[in-house]
């Protein structure tokens, strides 16, 4: 059932993930707060996101839930609890607001959790969605280098158990799950500077060619490809962000 988490947790992908905040990653959240809200993030990682809903919430409660908690931080006004998605240390209907950022794209079972998310939020209670398509990324130049660095990439993704192109499946999935007043858009966001996501693809094709026994030669060739991304010019890349709001 558990997925692996393809990113890792090596110095980039931490650095990555510190730099996001709610201003920058939830802002169609922040809008839908209020005082006294209990509200859940779950696959906090290291919390900077989770901890930009406390100002808002005032005396209401922020709990961030995450499998790894090395990440978060010794000393927060925020809870922080290690719990796996699909099984919620949270009372049935007890929850104002369920968001989630950067977490369906690596997931095994999307719809398990969606109910998991279901159960914890009351009656009118709302699930707020950020997930990534990176079919839909933009990246200029997009060479044959960087397509056949990207193909290695998803082939990653899709191992440890997730879906690159979980944004284009969202909708449906909430659907299915039950859920009413479903609105959603796209958001393109410079997630990172053009070589410094080949440079991050790179470094994931190379440990992974170095770990694996299966699919080396289709990895050793994205590497390649990787590489030669890395030290070309530079360019410009913005990932999809299908941002979601729904009613349980």
Known sequence: MLEGYAPGFSDDALSMMTARTATDRAGFVLRLLEPGMR??????GPGTITRGFVPVVGDGRVLGIDLCPDQFPK??????????????PVASESIDLVF????????REPALVLREFRRVLRPGGTLALSTSDWSRAVLRPKTVNVVAALRGHYLLRRRAGGDPFAGKQIVGHVEQAGFADIRSHARFRPDMPYRDLARYVEARLDAALTASKVDRDQLASAARSAWAWSHSGDGDFSQCWIELTAVR
């Open 75 to 88: 000393e927060s006004t925020v809870d922080f609890v290690a719990a796996s998605a699909y099984a919620l």
């Open 100 to 107: 989630a950022h950067a977490l369906f794209e690596h997931l």
């Open 39 to 44: 509200v859940l993030d779950v696959g906090c």
